[in-house]
T-cell receptor, first 115, second 116 residues
Framework: AQKITQTQPGMFVQEKEAVTLDCTYDTSDPSYGLFWYKQPSSGEMIFLIY??????QNATEGRYSLNFQKARKSANLVISASQLGDSAMYFCAMRGNFGNEKLTFGTGTRLTIIP | GAGVSQSPSNKVTEKGKDVELRCDPI?????LYWYRQRLGQGLEFLIYFQGNSAPDKSGLPSDRFSAERTGESVSTLTIQRTQQEDSAVYLC??????????????FGPGTRLTVL
């Protein structure tokens, strides 16, 4: 079974500061993928970034980067230079390999950017 | 191109009635997924389609829930004899169904179901 743990139910961050959202995972699959999604108050799920378990380098997408520490089973999302529009729920999720394609989600972190 | 679309966006029904929720995936995506999100919670997996077969139905909470898919196109999630605990947002996602590294799921806007 796969499990995602997000231990920060809510965070408040000053605009323009960097923020790290924590995510730890557990799986028995030898290969897997880790995802972060953003859910604004409008409700849509927006894909942000992906990290494969065998990727040698941490994933980056614009202001988003994923701090992947495989030995610690952590996949923290780092948002640099936060903006007011970053205020949203953030979900960490993982997917196994063939036969385990569904996404398993954490409970999410509500990020609020303070002007 | 067009993203995943879902209809209706909102559905209010009375307890005991049947409801059908529709999902149109991104064109060319062979994999389709249904998830449920209760208020203030994360997403729960319901069912996964590869083409029109469903290799993983493990998340369907009861036999009142069923889903079908026509080819590699539209899918319908049906909830029979709705209960108040079925109230949630039902989200559909689609992906290319390829290898792990390339298979990102893209979500639709969801259907908010309220059972009175």
């Amino acid at each position: 079974a796969q499990k995602i743990t997000q231990t920060q139910p809510g965070m408040f961050v000053q605009e323009k500061e960097a923020v790290t959202l924590d995510c730890t995972y557990d799986t028995s699959d030898p290969s897997y993928g880790l995802f972060w999604y953003k859910q604004p108050s409008s409700g849509e799920m927006i894909f942000l970034i992906y990290q494969g378990s065998y990727d040698q380098q941490n994933a980056t997408e614009g202001r988003y980067s994923l701090n992947f520490q495989k030995a610690r089973k952590s996949a923290n999302l780092v948002i640099s230079a936060s903006q007011l529009g970053d205020s949203a729920m953030y979900f960490c999720a993982m997917r196994g390999n063939f036969g385990n394609e569904k996404l398993t989600f954490g409970t999410g972190t509500r990020l609020t950017i303070i002007p | 191109g067009a993203g995943v679309s879902q209809s209706p966006s909102n559905k209010v029904t009375e307890k005991g009635k049947d409801v059908e929720l529709r999902c149109d995936p991104i064109s060319g995506h062979t994999a389709l997924y249904w998830y449920r999100q209760r208020l203030g919670q994360g997403l729960e997996f319901l069912i996964y389609f590869q083409g029109n077969s469903a290799p993983d139905k493990s998340g369907l909470p009861s036999d009142r829930f069923s889903a079908e898919r026509t080819g590699e196109s539209v899918s319908t999630l049906t909830i029979q004899r709705t209960q108040q605990e079925d109230s949630a947002v039902y989200l559909c996602a689609s992906s290319t169904g390829g290898a792990l590294g390339t298979d990102t799921q893209y979500f639709g806007p969801g259907t908010r179901l309220t059972v009175l």
